[in-house]
């Protein structure tokens, strides 16, 4: 199968361009195995991965137009030639490596761990399965949300001052793109609309 690959090495200088590969397909075949496979024909092409498994999120790129984790994306399913491109919106380490320095650090800002005014006891802090079920995934505000549904979490105040401002949650129009990109099927405009709902109540 043909694909088409972005490559890109900020040391030499060069523009960035797209380089053809050829590559033998097999069945059940996933695009990480044909990056691999490229990376065996051209030992400078440089890809991020590591579980194969779509839980590390490192193998996110841009495929055919769309934003997915190449270690669940069957080659199958996709038309040729495949292009592949790194994940959009981040500067560009060497052909398909992206800089997630900003990525950590917003996810850091919004402070993902338990926070308890009272003590932290010996053991785990048990929850129902009833609290459990308002928890939703990742990344800055979705993360945000995940601790302010949290009933074991004391600091919501707090969480919901941060997320005040024209930057933050409010940033956000719900056009819903990030639902419609996300390799991992997560909706962070539901859980922003929730944080949305949240500081309303608490404001009234
Ligand atoms: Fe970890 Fe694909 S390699 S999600």
Same mark, same amino acid.
């Given at each position: 199968?043909?694909?088409?690959?972005?490559?890109?090495?900020?040391?030499?200088?060069?523009?960035?361009?797209?380089?053809?590969?050829?590559?033998?397909?097999?069945?059940?075949?996933?695009?990480?195995?044909?990056?691999?496979?490229?990376?065996?024909?051209?030992?400078?092409?440089?890809?991020?991965?590591?579980?194969?498994?779509?839980?590390?999120?490192?193998?996110?790129?841009?495929?055919?137009?769309?934003?997915?984790?190449?270690? !669940?994306?069957?080659?199958?399913?996709? %038309? =040729? @030639?495949?292009?592949?491109?790194?994940?959009?919106?981040? /500067?560009?380490? +060497? *052909?398909?490596?992206?800089?997630?320095?900003?990525?950590?650090?917003?996810?850091?800002? !919004?402070?993902?761990?338990?926070?308890? %005014? =009272? @003590?932290?006891?010996?053991?785990?802090?048990?929850?129902? /399965?009833?609290? +459990? *079920?308002?928890?939703?995934?990742?990344?800055?505000?979705?993360?945000?949300?995940?601790?302010?549904?949290?009933?074991?979490?004391?600091?919501?105040?707090?969480?919901?001052?941060?997320?005040?401002?024209?930057?933050?949650?409010?940033?956000?129009?719900?056009?819903?793109?990030?639902?419609?990109?996300?390799?991992?099927?997560?909706?962070?405009?539901?859980?922003?609309?929730?944080?949305?709902?949240?500081?309303?109540?608490?404001?009234?």
């Amino acid at each position: 199968m043909k694909f088409r690959v972005y490559r890109y090495d900020p040391e030499l200088g060069q523009k960035p361009r797209m380089q053809e590969f050829e590559v033998e397909t097999h069945r059940g075949m996933m695009l990480r195995d044909a990056l691999k496979a490229i990376k065996a024909q051209d030992e400078t092409f440089a890809f991020r991965h590591s579980c194969g498994e779509g839980v590390c999120g490192s193998d996110g790129v841009n495929v055919n137009g769309t934003n997915k984790l190449a270690c !669940v994306t069957a080659i199958a399913d996709l %038309k =040729e @030639p495949i292009e592949v491109r790194p994940f959009p919106g981040r /500067p560009v380490v +060497r *052909d398909l490596v992206v800089d997630m320095t900003q990525f950590y650090e917003q996810y850091k800002a !919004v402070e993902p761990w338990l926070k308890r %005014k =009272e @003590p932290t006891p010996e053991q785990e802090i048990l929850q129902s /399965p009833a609290d +459990r *079920d308002k928890l939703l995934g990742p990344q800055a505000l979705l993360t945000a949300y995940r601790f302010l549904a949290d009933s074991r979490d004391q600091a919501s105040a707090e969480r919901m001052d941060f997320l005040e401002g024209p930057y933050k949650l409010f940033r956000c129009h719900s056009i819903m793109n990030c639902v419609e990109v996300c390799p991992k099927g997560l909706n962070p405009t539901k859980a922003i609309g929730h944080i949305k709902e949240m500081m309303l109540k608490d404001s009234v």
